[in-house]
C-alpha cells in the first residue's frame, strides 16, 4: 500500500515562519523573503507543503493558510509545466477535499487555485467539473457555496474551453444545473448561479440559448431579490442580454423598463450602475426612441440625480479641501502617459483622424474608476444624441431648478447635466445660450472647486459656439475668467481650466492672437505654481496654442516670455524621465510654429533627440544580444524624439541643415526605418519627409538605401505607416527628378493596389494619389501606361482637397501622363473634368495645361459630341468651365 505524502516537521515550521515574515511591512524581510521562496522553489515538494498549510492546517490562522495558497497559485502560474506530475496530482485532489472548507477565506482561495491550474487546460484534469457538479448537490452549504464560487471562477476564466463543441459539451450539464439554483434560498449561491450563467450571454452560447425562456423566467423571478449582488447580476443579465436576444425581451420591454428604473435609484450604488449601463445600451438599439420616448419624463430626472457627487466621492476626492497648490502629487496619482505621435502627415491641415472623445465627462480623472455618476452623465449624452431638442422641454425645467440651488452638489450637478448634452442637444440649446453662458463665466469665480472645475468642462463643451459670436460679447471676458481659472489655488481647477483652455484654443485658432500676450504669461506663471501633473497638462496646452496660432507666435517678446521655462525644464528632466514625452510634444509643435524665432534653441535640441534615439537603438542591441542582462528599451522615447526632430525640420526648414551637417542621423533614420515597431517606421517616415523638403542634399546620398523600406511599407493595413511612407515618396520624387525612374517598378503598382481598394481612409488615399501624380510628374513615360487603372479614384479623392503645393505637383503629373496616354482617360473623362473644377486659383501655366487638354478633347470628338458629353455634366461644373477654360 502506497504511503499518502506526509510533511515533515522542521519542513513545516520553515515554511510557517517564512509565511509569518512574509506579512511584515519591513521591505528588508520582504526582500529576504522573495529569497528564500525562489530557492525553496527548487525543493521538489515545496507546493506540498503550501497545499497541506492551506488546506490541513487549522491549527493556523486563516491569513497565514490563504496567503499559502495564493503563494501556491504564483508558483503554478509561473512553473506548472515544470512541476513533478506527483505533485500536481496530490494538489489537485486536496483542493477537492477543500472545496467545502468551513471557512470563507479558504474556499474562496481554493477556488482561485482551482481556477488557475484549470486554466492550464481543464481536459488535463478530467474528475473536475464532475466532482464540483455533485457538490452541488450536497447538503452542506460550504461545500455547496465553495462549489459554486470555483465553478464561477472557471466560467470567467475558461469559457471558451467550456463552450468548445469537442469537449463533450460540459454547458449542456451545467446550465440547466445553474438554472435550478436561481431561486436556492441562501442569496450568495443565487448569486453565483447567476455570475456563472452571465459569463456565457454575450457569446450566445447554444446550450443557454436552448433554455433562453427558463433564464429569462427565473431572472425576472429574481428582480426583486433582497440581497444587492443578486439583483446586480440580474441587471448586468437584462443588459448584455439586450444586445444579443432584443428578440425575447421585446414582449417584456416595458416591465423591463419600468424595473431599470427602479434599480438605477437602488440604494446601493453597485447595483443602481449596473442599471444605469442599460440606458447606454438601448441607446445603441432601433428600438430606443420609440421605447423610451413615454418614460423620459421619469429618466431623465433620475439621470440627473445621479449625476451627483456621493458622499464618499466627496471624501476621496477631498471636495471639502478648497487650495491644495502647494501639496505636492502623490506619484501614483499620475496616470502614465502614452505618446500620441502628431505625425500622420496629410496634405492639409483637418487631416486627424477621429481622436477619442478626450472629454471625460468633466470628471475627476483621480476618481477614474466608472461610477454613477459618470454613467449616468455618459447616459444623458447618449441620449441627447438620440433624442436631440425634444428632450429639453423635460430637462430645461430641471436645470432652471438645479442650477440656482443653494446645495452646491445639486447645482454642481445640473452644470454636469449642461455639458453632456451639449453635443446631442446644441441647436435647441442656442436660444438659451444667451443666459447660461455668462451664468457660467459669473460662477467661475465659486467658492466651491469642484463647481469651478465642472464649469470649466461645461464651457469647454460650448466653445466652438462662443468663438462664432462677436469677442466682446462672451470670448473675451470666458478667456479673461478661464485664465484666472488657470492659475487657481486648487489643483483640481488648474487641470480643468488648461484642458478647457486647450479645447478653446482649438477651436478659436488665430482669433486668439490678438490675445497672445496676455495667454502667455499666464501660461508661463503656471510653470512656478504647478505641481507635478499639471505640469504634463500645461504643456499640452501650450502645444495646442502653438498649432493653434502657428507663425504668429514668432515674435521676440513672445519668445522671450516662452522659451526660458521650457528649456529649464528640458535641462532639468534626465534622459530616462518620462515627463520627456509630453514636454517633447511640446516643443515639436512649438519649434513648428516659430520657424527661425526656434534657431537660437534648435542646437542642444536637436543634439539630445539624436542622442535618445541613439540610445534607444543600442539598448535594443544590447537586449537582443543578452535579454538576461538588459530591459528592453521604452522606443516611445525615440518616437517621440523623431517626432521632434520633424518638427525641427518642418519648423526650421533649410536652417536644419548645419545641424543635419557632421551628424549620424541619417544612419540612425535607417535603423529606424526598419524598426519592427509601426508607431517607430510610421515616425520615421515623417521625418523622411520632411529632411527631403528642408535639406535634400543629405538624404540624396541615401536613397538607395531608403527606397526598397519605403516599398515594403505600403501595405495599407497599417494605414498611418503606409501613409507617411507614401508621402515620403512624393517628397522625394519631386526632389529626384528623372532619377526616380529605377524605384517607380516597386513602388506603383502597390500605390495603385491602394488606391482601388475599398475602405481606404480618405488621408491615405489623398495622399496615395497625390504620389502617383508626383510619379507622373517626374517619370510620365512609366506612370501613364496604367493611366486606366487609377484614374477615376485619383480624379474623386484628389477634388476635395485645397489647392496647395502638394496638388499642384500631383496635377502637373497627371496631365503629362494624360498627353502621353490620352486613351488611359476616355472612359473617365468627366471625373477628370469635375476634378480640374475642384480648382479655385491655379497656376497660370497649369491653367494653360487644363486650357488645351479640355480643348484638345473638345476638337477630337467635335462640336455634338463635345456637346452630347457636357449635358451630362452638373449645371455647377458646366458654369465652372465655361467660366474658367471657355468650354
Known amino acids: 500500500m502506497i504511503?499518502?505524502?506526509?510533511?515533515?516537521?522542521?519542513?513545516?515550521?520553515?515554511?510557517?515562519?517564512?509565511?509569518?515574515?512574509?506579512?511584515?511591512?519591513?521591505?528588508?524581510?520582504?526582500?529576504?523573503?522573495?529569497?528564500?521562496?525562489?530557492?525553496?522553489?527548487?525543493?521538489?515538494?515545496?507546493?506540498?507543503?503550501?497545499?497541506?498549510?492551506?488546506?490541513?492546517?487549522?491549527?493556523?490562522?486563516?491569513?497565514t493558510r490563504s496567503l499559502s495558497g495564493l503563494i501556491l497559485k504564483n508558483n503554478i502560474k509561473s512553473h506548472y509545466e515544470n512541476l513533478p506530475p506527483t505533485v500536481t496530482e496530490f494538489v489537485k485532489s486536496e483542493c477537492l477535499t477543500a472545496v467545502g472548507d468551513n471557512s470563507a477565506l479558504i474556499r474562496a482561495t481554493v477556488g482561485i487555485l482551482i481556477t488557475t491550474i484549470a486554466s492550464r487546460g481543464i481536459n488535463t484534469w478530467p474528475e473536475l467539473l464532475p466532482a464540483l457538479c455533485q457538490m452541488l448537490d450536497s447538503a452542506d452549504y460550504n461545500v455547496c457555496e465553495g462549489a459554486f464560487g470555483a465553478l464561477q471562477k472557471i466560467c470567467e476564466d475558461s469559457s471558451e474551453y467550456l463552450e468548445d463543441d469537442r469537449q463533450n459539451k460540459p454547458l449542456d450539464i451545467l446550465i440547466p444545473k445553474f438554472l435550478q439554483f436561481f431561486k436556492h434560498s441562501s442569496p450568495k449561491i443565487r448569486s453565483h448561479a447567476i455570475g456563472c450563467v452571465n459569463q456565457f450571454i454575450v457569446q450566445k452560447t447554444p446550450s443557454l440559448m436552448n433554455h433562453i425562456d427558463v433564464f429569462l423566467e427565473n431572472l425576472f423571478h429574481l428582480a426583486v431579490d433582497d440581497e444587492a449582488e443578486v439583483r446586480k447580476n440580474v441587471c448586468r443579465a437584462i443588459v448584455m442580454l439586450l444586445e444579443v436576444r432584443m428578440d425575447r425581451l421585446l414582449p417584456h420591454l416595458h416591465d423591463i423598463i419600468e424595473y431599470m428604473l427602479l434599480r438605477t435609484q437602488d440604494p446601493d450604488e453597485n447595483v443602481a450602475l449596473e442599471a444605469c449601463e442599460f440606458w447606454l445600451s438601448i441607446a445603441d438599439q432601433q428600438i430606443c426612441k420609440e421605447a423610451l420616448t413615454p418614460y423620459l419624463p421619469r429618466l431623465v430626472p433620475i439621470l440627473v440625480n445621479g449625476m451627483r457627487y456621493s458622499e464618499i466621492d466627496i471624501i476621496l476626492l477631498k471636495g471639502d479641501v478648497e487650495e491644495d497648490e502647494n501639496v505636492p502629487d502623490r506619484e501614483e496619482d499620475i496616470r502614465p502617459r502614452f505618446h500620441k505621435s502628431r505625425n500622420t502627415h496629410g496634405n492639409e491641415e483637418d487631416n486627424n483622424d477621429e481622436e477619442d472623445d478626450d472629454d471625460n465627462l468633466g470628471d475627476d480623472s483621480s476618481l477614474s474608476d466608472w461610477n454613477l455618476r459618470k454613467c449616468s452623465a455618459a447616459a444623458l449624452d447618449v441620449l441627447a444624441n438620440v433624442f436631440k431638442e425634444d428632450i429639453l422641454p423635460i430637462l430645461m425645467p430641471i436645470l432652471k431648478e438645479t442650477l440656482s440651488s443653494t446645495e452646491w452638489e445639486v447645482k454642481e450637478s445640473g452644470i454636469l447635466a449642461l455639458g453632456a448634452i451639449a453635443e446631442g442637444c446644441m441647436n435647441g440649446m442656442i436660444p438659451h445660450l444667451n443666459e447660461l453662458i455668462p451664468y457660467m463665466i459669473n460662477h467661475l469665480s465659486d467658492k466651491k472647486a469642484l463647481v469651478r472645475a465642472i464649469i470649466c468642462w461645461t464651457l469647454s463643451r460650448y466653445c466652438h459656439w462662443v468663438v462664432s459670436q462677436p469677442h466682446e460679447q462672451y470670448l473675451k471676458s470666458m478667456m479673461h475668467e478661464l485664465l484666472k481659472r488657470i492659475l487657481d489655488s486648487n489643483k483640481r481647477v488648474q487641470e480643468a481650466a488648461c484642458s478647457a483652455f486647450a479645447t478653446l484654443e482649438e477651436e478659436a485658432t488665430t482669433e486668439l492672437v490678438p490675445y497672445l500676450g496676455f495667454i502667455l504669461e499666464t501660461l508661463v506663471f503656471a510653470f512656478s505654481k504647478y505641481q507635478h501633473k499639471n505640469l504634463l497638462i500645461l504643456y499640452d496646452a501650450i502645444g495646442t496654442l502653438a498649432d493653434s496660432v502657428g507663425h504668429n507666435l514668432n515674435k521676440p517678446e513672445y519668445i522671450h516670455l516662452l522659451m526660458p521655462p521650457l528649456i529649464q525644464k528640458w535641462n532639468a528632466l534626465k534622459d530616462e524621465d518620462k515627463d520627456l514625452f509630453p514636454l517633447l510634444e511640446c516643443?515639436?509643435?512649438v519649434a513648428t510654429a516659430l520657424q527661425s524665432g526656434f534657431m537660437p534653441y534648435a542646437e542642444p535640441v536637436f543634439k539630445r533627440c539624436i542622442s535618445l534615439v541613439e540610445q534607444t537603438l543600442n539598448q535594443n542591441i544590447a537586449n537582443s544580444q543578452s535579454p538576461d542582462q538588459f530591459d528592453a528599451p521604452d522606443k516611445d522615447f525615440m518616437i517621440v524624439a523623431l517626432d521632434l526632430l520633424s518638427g525641427l525640420a518642418e519648423g526650421l526648414t533649410t536652417f536644419i541643415e548645419t545641424l543635419i551637417n557632421g551628424s549620424n542621423t541619417l544612419q540612425l533614420l535607417y535603423q529606424c526605418m526598419q524598426d519592427p515597431l509601426a508607431e517607430v517606421r510610421q515616425s520615421s517616415f515623417a521625418l523622411l519627409g520632411d529632411l527631403t523638403k528642408a535639406c535634400f542634399q543629405h538624404v540624396h546620398p541615401c536613397i538607395a538605401d531608403f527606397m526598397p523600406i519605403l516599398a515594403q511599407n505600403l501595405n495599407p493595413d497599417h494605414i498611418s505607416v503606409c501613409n507617411n511612407a507614401t508621402w515620403a515618396i512624393g517628397e522625394i520624387a519631386v526632389k529626384l527628378g528623372t532619377e526616380m525612374q529605377p524605384y517607380v517598378p516597386i513602388i506603383l503598382n502597390q500605390l495603385v493596389v491602394t488606391m482601388n481598394r475599398t475602405n481606404t481612409p480618405k488621408t491615405l488615399l489623398e495622399n496615395t494619389a497625390i504620389t502617383i501624380g508626383r510619379l507622373g510628374y517626374v517619370c510620365p513615360q512609366d506612370v501613364a501606361p496604367l493611366l486606366q487603372q487609377f484614374v477615376r479614384m485619383w480624379c474623386t479623392s484628389l477634388r476635395n482637397i485645397r489647392d496647395n503645393d502638394e496638388k499642384?505637383?500631383?496635377?502637373?503629373?497627371?496631365?503629362?501622363?494624360?498627353?502621353?496616354?490620352?486613351?488611359?482617360?476616355?472612359?473617365?473623362?468627366?471625373?477628370?473634368?469635375?476634378?480640374?473644377?475642384?480648382?479655385?486659383?491655379?497656376?497660370?501655366?497649369?491653367?494653360?495645361?487644363?486650357?488645351?487638354?479640355?480643348?484638345?478633347?473638345?476638337?477630337?470628338?467635335?462640336?455634338?459630341?463635345?456637346?452630347?458629353f457636357t449635358d451630362q455634366f452638373p449645371q455647377q461644373l458646366k458654369e465652372r468651365l465655361s467660366t474658367a477654360y471657355g468650354i
Not at 4 to 23: C, D, N, T, V
Not at 821 to 831: A, E, H, L, T, Y
Open 3 to 63: 504511503m499518502a505524502w506526509q510533511p515533515q516537521e522542521e519542513g513545516l515550521r520553515q515554511i510557517i515562519q517564512l509565511l509569518k515574515e512574509s506579512q511584515s511591512p519591513d521591505t528588508v524581510i520582504q526582500r529576504t523573503v522573495q529569497q528564500k521562496l525562489e530557492e525553496l522553489n527548487q525543493v521538489s515538494d515545496f507546493n506540498n507543503y503550501l497545499i497541506f498549510v492551506l488546506t490541513k492546517l487549522t491549527s493556523e490562522d486563516e491569513p
Open 808 to 868: 499642384d505637383s500631383a496635377f502637373r503629373g497627371m496631365c503629362q501622363m494624360i498627353s502621353l496616354n490620352p486613351g488611359g482617360v476616355v472612359q473617365d473623362f468627366i471625373f477628370f473634368c469635375d476634378a480640374i473644377a475642384s480648382w479655385i486659383n491655379p497656376k497660370d501655366d497649369l491653367k494653360d495645361m487644363f486650357y488645351k487638354i479640355l480643348h484638345g478633347f473638345k476638337n477630337q470628338v467635335g462640336e455634338e459630341n463635345w456637346t452630347r
Open 587 to 589: 516643443l515639436s509643435s
